[in-house]
């Protein structure tokens, strides 16, 4: 392979890993390949809620309200603590090679073949313990907020423009975000059925993200990803801490209740750096290097709960998750159009839930409740939306990177809990998606 062939295509990879290194909205304004059609989802805890279809706005005695609502806390007659674990499954899709090319005057970019990775994590969810007092309660909780992985390894598409092949990289690379949310929540009953909260906590990301590119021979060598072939190295790390809060209001009104709640996002900081790969002498060289954030985003919600039968909720919910914030500041380290880097978004996703819960046995000493409900997830990938009739290399690799594969996809959920006696309870909750399925299981002691 020539000197002015690799030349070239590393400023082609450039132009990708500024890309993704600079837009990819739900890791933190960062390009790199491996976030591309990554969607994350930040988690509420709760196994009650996951298997009602994530409703948890207008439920009453739940302790996960010091949370999503912690006006609800109010609603909690007993001292408890609590704890969930969880085990979640998802995929994500990516774009791995075939190619792009020109239809007309615009971009086409039907025939990228798609590669899709997937994987499984176990993890201590939630952890909560609750005091009530007379028109008062107190919680201090810890809340993991999201835990993910994910990698990708393909040859990505190639580009023809005006006669010529634009040919990137084969790349490989792997991601892991966790954030942990440590917090106190109170709930304050003002009169009439209304009842105040608010919680603030302390959050702690660990982030690492690694894209490396391969130098590839004629013919396709069999090592193509081995150590020695490695061209240019991308990373993004953060192992940082910042503040975010919450405030709800419930009002209970005989057989309705009605919750609603706002929950900030922290904003932590996080670094990009660019290196010369181990195929080189001066591997390990630091091309660029620059700051971005991590924001995770706000969300609103209001949900509402009927109560009109006996042991029988029914209740609706709303949510609005402004995943727009967070390509609203996007890192370029490689010099990129700013016309182009603004045109990766993501929009912001309305999520409606629907759950129903039944208590039955109520006569003995195990009372169980029966759970089903459903939700929509409005697709939230960061997209390119830029000039389609912009035909040039970046554009192309931009369009590329952030596909439009997506659809909303539609939750269904079920669960079930029980009561043992007067202190202890469990309850399991799953979540089927095309996206990916969590089931939750949790319980707790009561004093």
């Known amino acids: 392979m020539s000197m002015r062939r690799s030349q070239g295509r590393f400023w082609a990879a450039c132009a990708v890993t500024a890309v993704w290194l600079g837009a990819w909205p739900t890791l933190a304004q960062s390009t790199l390949e491996v976030n591309a059609g990554l969607q994350l989802n930040f988690a509420s805890p709760g196994a009650r809620s996951v298997g ?25 007659t007993q001292s408890e603590v609590a704890v969930e674990v969880r085990e979640s499954e998802y995929e994500n899709t990516f774009g791995v090679a075939g190619g792009v090319t020109v239809d007309g005057n615009r971009l086409n970019v039907n025939d990228v073949l798609l590669g899709t990775s997937k994987f499984e994590e176990d993890s201590l969810a939630y952890v909560a313990g609750v005091y009530p007092a007379d028109r008062w309660a107190l919680a201090f909780y810890r809340h993991e907020l999201a835990n993910y992985q994910t990698g990708i390894r393909g040859f990505g598409p190639g580009l023809r423009l005006q006669g010529r092949l634009i040919e990137p990289f084969p790349v490989e690379g792997n991601l892991a975000l966790e954030i942990v949310s440590y917090g106190a929540a109170a709930g304050f009953e003002i009169g009439g059925g209304l009842s105040l909260g608010l919680n603030v906590s302390w959050n702690d990301i ?6 490396a590119r391969y130098i590839e021979d004629d013919p396709f060598p069999a ?15 953060s192992d940082d801490d910042a503040f975010g809060f919450g405030v709800g209001l419930l009002w ?38 620059v700051k971005g954030e991590f924001a995770v985003p706000d969300v609103y919600g209001v949900g509402v709960a009927w109560q009109g039968i006996d042991n029988l909720t029914v209740a609706v919910q709303f949510e609005r998750v402004e995943y727009s914030d967070l390509t609203a500041d996007i890192a370029d380290p490689f010099g990129l159009d700013p016309a182009l880097v603004r045109s990766i978004e993501s929009a912001d996703s309305d999520q409606p839930h629907l759950g129903i819960e039944y208590v039955g046995f109520t006569h003995t000493r195990f009372p169980v409740a029966f759970r089903v409900g459903a939700w929509r997830e409005e697709v939230h990938r960061p997209l390119f939306r830029g000039d389609a009739t912009r035909l040039d290399a970046e554009s192309a690799f931009l369009a590329t990177s952030f596909l439009d594969v997506g659809d909303d996809e539609m939750h269904y959920a079920a669960g079930i809990g029980a009561e043992i006696g007067e202190r202890f309870y469990f309850d399991v909750g799953a979540d089927f998606s095309d996206f990916g399925d969590i089931v939750s299981v949790g319980g707790g002691f009561r004093f």
């Open 223 to 237: 090592d193509i990803f081995s150590p020695h072939r490695e061209h240019d190295v991308q990373r993004m790390v």
């Open 52 to 76: 009602m279809g994530g409703i948890n706005l207008p439920l009453t005695g739940d302790i996960a309200s010091a949370v999503t609502n912690p006006a609800a806390l109010t609603s909690l």
């Open 252 to 289: 209970d009104g005989g057989p309705w209740v009605v919750g609603a709640s706002y929950r900030k996002g922290p904003e932590l900081d996080m670094t990009v750096t660019n290196t010369v790969g181990r195929a080189f002498a001066n591997a390990g060289t630091v091309l660029a290097s």
């Open 206 to 211: 660990d982030l690492d993200g690694v894209t």
